[in-house]
């Protein structure tokens, strides 16, 4: 939480295609070279994460992440209307029978 | 975000000249293969890619299945049989000579891609003893079992095989770089084409090619009825940046094009309505053969083309009785009773017989190898597919044989769409072609995307290696040409018009973008009206003329968004004009008209083509059968292909 008493201007984009976990990229920029839409910039301070500037061109076809040397270091995530459903089989059967 | 500095130098003054045998543009799938055909000819080659050639294109991220190998030693199918019968299931509206060579070299491509490093058939025996795996190849098939010849492929590894092959071969690469016009002999619309203009993505250098031979090889058009300014890249099936640039430069080149009346109801995305490709509940395509359930677990039955209902899976993947073969995969949406596969019975029937919606897709009860090859091996090597689904899914505790997944559409549309929500997808129009993939343009070769009526990846693999080679051959008997420097003058003022404006009074990508999409959904929908088209036309000329000399673009690559839908706009231009050139309904074309007289309908049952001379617009038309018999003209013009074939047996 903010508890400094002060704001910033921003404005959230509409879906947060590639998460970088900051503690596992190193910064290499292999996502950065790979993307064919080139969503990314290199982060001005070096072996820090890219920065995402278009994040709404992203196409979601996982390549930054098949590229990426450090597993785990990106994680590529649908927008919230974009993620599927699925449930466990035996409930649909058990739900009927409840019925 | 506009006090971060752009991070890559500003070139937008300097100018490269590049000089080279055969320049092929677009590198994808059917590019790369162009280029790899070009240099074994001994040709110098130059690639240029608006992405990253490495994994850029539809195909980049994978693919799971190559269509139509028809040659494979497995195959009881002939080339003629299945281009046949992809002709007459279109009523003729389909291009027979890139589906011949489809048909005729696909299975010579796989041997290609597989020498290169990219994986064809199962050498860790994952899948021994699977109805769909041939024993001694070990090659695996999909849909058809018994006839055998559409394959299930590792996709994921072709891109970066190839990659590799274009360097081994001195292939000169350039990367984010766009094309963005054909240079023409003297300036002239409609001559010959002698090179191409660029300007790099991150930088604004502008660059000058020059080939004796240029083969296009960019995407088919999109954003044209779909547009979302949020979320643009899930606008369309294809990637973000593959909009039709080419279809808009060989428009502006005096490129001759048909069936651009074409266009289909959205079938996928449609800026973010459906779920992601091969990640909704569904049993076509990737997900062919997989049951499906209602939400109280009652499986839907499947049925042969007769209505005979299926009782054992191994059924889903036999043709019916008395039937040859069935076709399935990428556009066979609805098909003739000849090639009719089976198929789970209609939504209709199952609501009537009181199924509980919605329903599901069960890979539980599938014998354990169905189950494995498409969660796994389909769900993973196919586009999009191998991180946002199979990775993202099983890390979110997805388990295929506890879990069934959600449909949202009545079918693999995976969500339902507006009538006027339009794409260019099934067969969509194109450059039209002759039997060396040549245009009406003297030195352009044209492949995968396109082409007219082109589909899958089989498709752009064949016809990119085809079109490489007859390039190279007509490469080698010309030579250079001068450029004109007009030309060249005209292209960098147009280009770089939109960084001179200021951002504060302008229009950008996304505004115009948006405005383009309302346009063609309101004049040029489902049901076309001369009169309706035409205000959509005057609209689309009105944003060419009033709106891009006042729009902006903060840097290299906003500029390139601007400039891709510069093409946009041209290519909805060209949309229009074929729409007014058809004057009656065309089924197999999605093509309806409210306003048609009917003595037209007779008439029209040929190529509709159309191009620009002298800015003026020729329409022209050829039969449907245009191409004349395939075998003989195929092989009339590839002796020293089937002589080199026949060696190397």
Known sequence: MNNDKKCYLGEMPSANPIIYHKEKCIGCNRCVNICQVDLFIPNPEKGKPPIVLY??????????????????????????????????????IKNKEEK | MNNIEWPYPLEWDSEERIDTDVLVLGGGIAGCMAAIAAARKGQQVVLIEKGATKRSGAGGSGCDHWESAATNPCSKVTPEEITLA??????????GISHYIECKEGY?????????????????????????????TKLMFAYDYENKFTLRIWGSTFKPAMYDELRRLGVKIYDRVMVTSLLMEGGKQGGRCIGATGMHTRT?????????????????????WLFSADLPGLCEFRPTQCIGDGHAMGWRAGAEFTMMEKSVGAEFSASGRSYPPYGAGNNHNTWYGTSLIDSEGKEIPYADRDGNLLNNVSDRFKPSKGQKFFMKGGSIDYPKYEIEGPETLSFA???????????YADLSKLPELERKVIWGMMIGEEGKTKVPIYKNYKDAGFDPEKHVIQCYGTGWTSADFLPQERQLFGLPGGFMNDWTLGTNLKGLYVAGDSLFASNCYGHAATTGYYAGRHGAEYAAANTLTEIDATQVEQEKNRIYAP?????????????LNAAISKTMQNYCGEIKRDELLNIGLLRLKEYEKKVI??????????????????????????????????????????????DEKEQDQEKENKFITIKQKSQKIEIGGKPLDYFGNLKEN?????????RRCKDEQ
């Open chain 1, 55 to 92: 994040p709404g061109e992203c196409w979601y076809c996982g390549c930054c992440v098949m590229e990426c040397p450090i597993e785990g270091a990106i994680t590529l995530r649908h927008p919230l209307m974009n993620q599927v459903h699925w449930v466990e089989k035996d409930k649909l």
């Open chain 2, 86 to 95: 992809m002709l007459d299931d279109n009523q003729g509206y389909n291009n």
């Open chain 2, 108 to 136: 010579d491509r796989l041997l290609d891609i597989e020498k290169m490093g990219g994986k064809i058939r199962d050498t860790k025996n994952e899948f021994a003893g699977a109805q769909f795996r041939d024993e001694d």
């Open chain 2, 204 to 224: 604004g250098k502008f660059f000058i090619f020059r080939g004796k031979a240029s083969i296009m090889c960019m995407s088919r058009p999109a954003r044209i």
């Open chain 2, 349 to 359: 029937k199952m609501i009537e017989a009181g199924y509980k919606l919605p329903f």
């Open chain 2, 499 to 511: 960084i001179r404006n200021e951002p504060h009074n302008s229009i950008g990508w996304k505004e």
């Open chain 2, 549 to 594: 000399p006042n729009t902006f673009a903060y840097n290299p690559h906003e500029l390139t968004r601007l400039l891709e839908v510069f093409d946009i706009l041209e290519v909805s231009q060209l949309i229009v004009h074929s729409c007014l050139a058809r004057k009656s309904s065309a089924k197999p074309l999605c093509f309806y008209r409210g």
């Open chain 2, 634 to 642: 195929y092989e009339n013009h590839n002796k020293d292909y089937i």
